[in-house]
Nanobody
Framework: QVQLVQSGGGLVQAGGSLRLSCLAS????????IAWFRQTPGKDRVFAAA??????????YYADSVEGRYTISRDNSKRTVYLQINNLEPEDTAVYYC???????????????????WGQGTQVTVSS
């Protein structure tokens, strides 16, 4: 069973960049697709990006709202998935969560219920 530990985040000025990390321990890392969600107070977690593994290799997916500014990457040797966020906007302020699943499907990749394991969350605050 995989456990996810997040790092990164913090307070950043608008226009800046940061990188979030999601370190997986336990389980067979290569079998898990990893996604990033973000959550603002009073709202549900919203899908941001995913690094999916499957028969056709690794594929990356992004929510339309973050395409072009968010980049997800995966380092299997370090058992870590990263989320690079560039040109930060105040609207990026949220708690970010990484999540893992062995049953990734594009049709349901935005669904919270698809993911069986979650990181602890990390706060990103963007000041204007």
């Amino acid at each position: 069973q995989v456990q996810l530990v997040q790092s990164g985040g913090g307070l950043v000025q608008a226009g800046g960049s940061l990188r979030l990390s999601c370190l997986a321990s336990g389980g067979t890392f290569s079998e898990y697709s990893i996604a990033w969600f973000r959550q603002t107070p009073g709202k549900d977690r919203v899908f941001a990006a995913a690094a999916a593994v499957g028969w056709n290799g690794e594929r990356h997916y992004y929510a339309d709202s973050v395409e072009g500014r968010y980049t997800i990457s995966r380092d299997n040797s370090k058992r870590t998935v990263y989320l690079q966020i560039n040109n930060l906007e105040p609207e990026d302020t949220a708690v970010y969560y990484c999540a893992a699943t062995r049953t990734f499907e594009v049709a349901t990749m935005t669904w919270i219920t698809q993911y069986s394991h979650w990181g602890q969350g990390t706060q990103v605050t963007v000041s204007s």
